[in-house]
């Protein structure tokens, strides 16, 4: 059957692929946030859209050796009776990567009085890109696999992929500001990437955790984080630019 974005069925599955890939890119926006935060405020811009852009390339390269990326499913090593895959060794590796690397930030951020040390220079930089790219790789692989059983045509998954990459571009800024401007939300995205990365363990040993119920999670925990904060802006004092009432009585006595 020729490829036709007219196709009910076809046009069915770009739209619910693309649903369903912006869901998935929940954790790399949010592992892209955390991050870069730790970069100075120039720099992170261009951490972001090199973030993004090198997405989008290891999707549709992965997508483009689709064969090659259905043999990751195939056993390659026995471990306690469990099979393992090339895809679970991928995302044992990605998850343990995450647990360390929220958990190496939530250290910093307490042990450093509440703020992580930035990381300045071209190395901070490269350091990023490089942690950037290591998940990228990771939600990459899990991501593609989900498309292959979902659409027909690597050209639906390809349309798919860059519109949800673009929706992550512009969800990832603001995001990113959202964390700057509250930086108590920074300790709650960390606990997300733990969260998130003892997820991929688990399915790298081939026990799936249904992604509601972390995405359940994640929203109770955001909903809850964001009364705090409107909470805390209504307990704020008004701020008064003029004198308040005792400065001003003060001074009507000091004239008398």
Do not use: C
Not at 25 to 30: E, F, K, R
Not at 71 to 95: E, H, M
């Amino acid at each position: 059957m020729p490829f036709s974005l007219t196709d009910p069925e076809i046009l069915a599955s770009l739209l619910t692929l693309t649903a369903l890939e912006i869901v998935l890119g929940i954790d790399n926006v949010v592992f892209i946030s955390v991050v870069i935060s730790r970069l100075p405020e120039p720099q992170r811009l261009a951490a972001r859209r090199i973030g993004i852009g090198l997405a989008l390339i290891f999707r549709i390269i992965l997508l483009l050796g689709i064969f090659w990326i259905i043999g990751l499913t195939k056993p390659i090593v026995t471990i306690f009776d469990q099979a393992l895959s090339w895809r679970d060794v991928i995302l044992l590796a990605g998850g343990l990567f995450l647990i360390a690397k929220a958990t190496y930030e939530i250290h910093n951020t307490i042990e450093g009085g509440g703020e992580a040390v930035p990381m300045e220079g071209s190395a901070g930089f490269a350091s990023v890109i490089l942690q950037v790219i290591v998940i990228d790789l990771v939600f990459s692989v899990d991501s593609i696999i989900t498309a292959i059983g979902i659409a027909k045509y690597v050209e639906v998954m390809i349309a798919a992929v860059v519109i949800s990459m673009f929706v992550m571009y512009v969800a990832s800024g603001a995001v990113s500001g959202f964390i700057e401007r509250h930086p108590t939300t920074k300790m709650l995205a960390m606990s997300f990437l733990l969260l998130i990365g003892a997820a991929l363990v688990a399915d790298g040993l081939q026990f799936h955790i249904p992604r509601g119920y972390i995405y359940f999670a994640m929203l109770f925990a955001g909903a809850v984080e964001a009364f705090n904060i409107l909470a805390g802006k209504k307990r704020r004092p008004p701020r008064n630019d003029g004198m308040s009432g005792g400065d001003e009585a003060e001074g009507a006595r000091s004239e008398v």
